[in-house]
C-alpha cells in the first residue's frame, strides 16, 4: 500500500519521541498544534475546508454522518463560523456513538473492525458548550437507517449542501445516499472518505449502485492534495 512503509517509520519514530518528551497539558499542545500535526493530517483538513467553501453559495445545511469524537464535525463547523458568520447553514452529526456495529456481506473483511470508532458524546457535548456552538450543531444519536427517515420525514423541506459520509459500511453509506438524494441541492456535494478504501469496500459498493441508479445527476471529482476524503459527488 502506497505511503505504509513511511507511515510505519513516521507512527514509531512519534512514538517514542512522546515518550521521550512526556505527557503535555492538552491546551499547550492544541495552541502549538502545527508542531504537532503531521503533513496527511493537514493536507486533509486543508481539502475538507476547500470543500466546505465551494458549497457556501449552495442552499442548504451541513452534515456530518460518522463523527466518532468530534474533529471534523467541530472543524467543518469552525469553518463555518469563519467564513459564513451570517449565514443560516447549521451542521447535523449523525452517530450512534457505538462505533463500527452494523455490517453487511458488501463489507467484507471491514467485520473484523467491530466496535472501533466508540465515540463519547458527554465529551463532544462538553466541547460544543466551551466553543458556543449549541445553536450550530445538532446530534442525532441512533442508528442512521433509523435517524436519518425520521429527520427527514418530521422536517420536509430540510435540504443541504454538503454531506460528509465518514461511517465506513454499505448499509448506512446506503441509507444517506437514497435518503438525500432528493434533499441535496444542485452544487451540493456527498463526500466520502472511504470510497475505493480496500479495508472498507462497503462504502465504495454503495456508491456504485448509486450513480448506477442515478447516472446522471453527479459529476465524480478527486480530492487533490489529500489521502482522505477520497471522493466528491457534486451534483448537476
Ligand atoms: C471513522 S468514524 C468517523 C470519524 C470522524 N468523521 C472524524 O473525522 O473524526 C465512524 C463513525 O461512524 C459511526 N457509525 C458507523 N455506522 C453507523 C450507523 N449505522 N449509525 C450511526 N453511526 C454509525 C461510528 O459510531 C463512528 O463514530
Known amino acids: 500500500m502506497k505511503f505504509a512503509k513511511e507511515d510505519a517509520t513516521y507512527l514509531s519514530e512519534r512514538k517514542a519521541l512522546s515518550q521521550e518528551l512526556g505527557p503535555r497539558e492538552l491546551w499547550s ?7 504537532y500535526c503531521g503533513v496527511a493530517n493537514l493536507s486533509r483538513f486543508i481539502a475538507i475546508s476547500d470543500l466546505l467553501r465551494s458549497v457556501l453559495n449552495v442552499p442548504g445545511h451541513i452534515a456530518e454522518f460518522g463523527s466518532w469524537r468530534g474533529g471534523n464535525l ?9 467564513f459564513d458568520p451570517m449565514g443560516q447553514k447549521v451542521v447535523h452529526s ?7 456495529t452494523q455490517f453487511s456481506a458488501q463489507d467484507a473483511d471491514a467485520t473484523a473492525q467491530r466496535g472501533r470508532y466508540a465515540g463519547n458524546l458527554a465529551e463532544l457535548e462538553a466541547f460544543i458548550a466551551l466553543y458556543r ?5 445538532t446530534i442525532h444519536k441512533g442508528y442512521i437507517e ?12 430540510l435540504s443541504f449542501s454538503m454531506v460528509y459520509c465518514d461511517t465506513d459500511l454499505y448499509e448506512s ?19 466520502f472518505d472511504e470510497w475505493n478504501y480496500q479495508s ?10 448509486f450513480l448506477n441508479a442515478h447516472p446522471q445527476a453527479y459529476t465524480m471529482e478527486h ?7 477520497s471522493l466528491v459527488l457534486r451534483k448537476r
Open 29 to 35: 499542545v492544541i495552541d502549538h498544534w502545527p508542531l
Open 74 to 82: 467541530m472543524f467543518m463547523t469552525k469553518l463555518l463560523q469563519i
Open 94 to 100: 449523525f452517530d450512534s456513538f457505538e462505533g463500527l
Open 133 to 137: 456552538l449549541q445553536d450550530t450543531i
Open 146 to 157: 433509523n435517524t436519518l427517515p425520521e429527520l427527514l420525514n418530521r422536517d420536509q423541506g
Open 173 to 191: 453509506t446506503k441509507a444517506i445516499l437514497d435518503g438525500l438524494h432528493d434533499r441535496l441541492c444542485s452544487g451540493g456535494i456527498f463526500v
Open 200 to 209: 472498507y469496500p462497503g462504502e465504495t459498493v454503495a456508491v456504485r449502485e
Open 223 to 229: 480530492v487533490a492534495r489529500a489521502r482522505q476524503p
